[in-house]
């Protein structure tokens, strides 16, 4: 998925594998199931969804100099948590917990906060909503658990970072970290721009409603900042252009599906696009994905190029 960070518009939606329109049979019967649309299709998200996290706990007023000693694991009511670093990372700010993507600290963070700020947080910035794209039209709500299901301390880690109940599409994760580059103003995704006649006559255009400060500013620059230095320095390394810049985020999303032994993953990379005057927000998704930051940083990097080449060529 592809948005304009400002205005919301969707500049390109993607899903694979496609399908044949001339032999609908053999896609129905397809075990890839090419007629469903990923883009708008809700999702477990998985780390993704940390930047709301510090959206709720830094309107809370929490100081994202905050530090956490991440040992490797952390243990909420009678649950154990591990992180990916097994051996910990030691202690640590917001900043570098997003950098590194450590889910004791957001689960320690979340902590510190009542449910409903975070669920809160996640409503304004489109969660749990369906996404209006055209008159009868519209892509999925996803599942956003109210506040008073995150009733134990594993419930509310693991909503920490991005699992349990919470889903959502590809969609919402672009609008979300096109929010964020927007300086806190939520624009609700734009499919239609307006109607044209036969002809292709602009007849009638759509108009763009003002956005709604979903975060404060200072709020939003702070994430911004968490972003940047993911990519430059962080787990999202692999999604910075050539000889351009990006901010966003990785997550590898858990399903509780399994092939044999093993569990499908979902992994991601969400951001966008160049950090410091963002114009694109862009969300890869991939099913049963080994990492965020193998998988969908690469493509992230490589739409970006492309469009910069395209840019070029058009001047």
Same mark, same amino acid.
């Given at each position: 998925?592809?948005?304009?960070?400002?205005?919301?518009?969707?500049?390109?939606m993607?899903?694979?594998?496609?399908?044949?329109?001339?032999?609908?049979?053999?896609?129905? #019967?397809?075990?890839?199931?090419?007629?469903?649309?990923?883009?708008?299709?809700?999702?477990?998200?998985?780390?993704?969804?940390?930047?709301?996290v510090?959206?709720?706990?830094?309107?809370?007023?929490?100081?994202?100099?905050?530090?956490?000693?991440?040992?490797?694991?952390?243990?909420?009511?009678?649950?154990?948590?591990h992180?990916?670093?097994?051996?910990?990372?030691?202690?640590?700010?917001?900043?570098?917990?997003?950098?590194?993507?450590? #889910?004791?600290?957001?689960?320690?963070?979340?902590?510190?906060?009542? %449910?409903?700020?975070?669920?809160?947080?996640?409503?304004?910035?489109?969660?749990?909503?369906?996404?209006?794209?055209?008159?009868?039209?519209?892509?999925?709500?996803?599942?956003?658990?109210?506040?008073?299901?995150? #009733?134990?301390?594993?419930?509310?880690?693991?909503?920490?970072?991005?699992?349990?109940?919470?889903?959502?599409t %590809?969609?919402?994760?672009?609008?979300?970290?096109?929010?964020?580059?927007?300086?806190?103003?939520y624009?609700?995704?734009?499919?239609?721009?307006?109607?044209?006649?036969?002809?292709?006559?602009l007849?009638?255009?759509?108009?763009?409603?003002?956005?709604?400060?979903?975060?404060?500013?200072?709020?939003?620059?702070?994430?911004?900042?968490?972003?940047?230095?993911?990519?430059?320095?962080?787990?999202?390394?692999?999604?910075?252009?050539?000889?351009?810049?990006?901010?966003?985020?990785?997550?590898?999303?858990q399903?509780?599906?399994?092939?044999?032994?093993?569990?499908?993953?979902?992994?991601?990379?969400?951001?966008?696009?160049?950090?410091?005057?963002?114009?694109?927000?862009?969300?890869?998704?991939?099913?049963?994905?080994?990492?965020?930051?193998?998988?969908?940083?690469?493509?992230?990097?490589?739409?970006?190029?492309?469009? #910069?080449?395209?840019?070029?060529?058009?001047?």
């Amino acid at each position: 998925v592809v948005l304009e960070a400002a205005t919301g518009k969707i500049r390109a939606m993607a899903s694979c594998p496609a399908f044949d329109p001339n032999d609908i049979a053999k896609s129905l #019967n397809d075990a890839d199931s090419p007629l469903i649309n990923r883009a708008i299709t809700p999702y477990a998200v998985g780390s993704v969804f940390k930047p709301v996290v510090a959206a709720a706990a830094l309107e809370a007023g929490l100081s994202s100099s905050l530090s956490y000693t991440c040992t490797g694991a952390i243990t909420q009511g009678k649950t154990v948590f591990h992180c990916h670093e097994l051996g910990g990372h030691g202690t640590i700010d917001m900043e570098e917990a997003m950098e590194v993507s450590c #889910n004791p600290y957001f689960i320690n963070l979340a902590s510190k906060l009542e %449910p409903e700020q975070i669920v809160e947080m996640a409503d304004r910035l489109g969660f749990g909503t369906a996404t209006a794209l055209a008159d009868n039209f519209s892509a999925p709500a996803g599942s956003l658990p109210r506040a008073e299901e995150l #009733n134990s301390p594993a419930a509310v880690a693991n909503f920490s970072f991005g699992q349990g109940t919470l889903m959502a599409t %590809p969609l919402q994760l672009a609008s979300l970290y096109a929010c964020i580059a927007n300086d806190g103003g939520y624009q609700k995704a734009m499919l239609v721009e307006g109607r044209v006649d036969d002809e292709g006559n602009l007849l009638e255009e759509a108009e763009i409603q003002p956005p709604l400060q979903a975060m404060s500013v200072s709020t939003a620059h702070t994430i911004q900042r968490f972003l940047i230095q993911t990519v430059e320095e962080g787990s999202g390394r692999h999604a910075k252009p050539e000889g351009g810049t990006a901010a966003g985020k990785t997550a590898t999303a858990q399903t509780g599906w399994y092939d044999g032994e093993r569990e499908i993953l979902h992994t991601w990379f969400a951001g966008y696009f160049p950090a410091q005057e963002p114009e694109y927000a862009i969300v890869v998704l991939k099913e049963d994905g080994s990492s965020g930051a193998t998988d969908g940083a690469p493509v992230f990097k490589e739409i970006a190029q492309g469009i #910069n080449q395209m840019k070029a060529q058009e001047r």
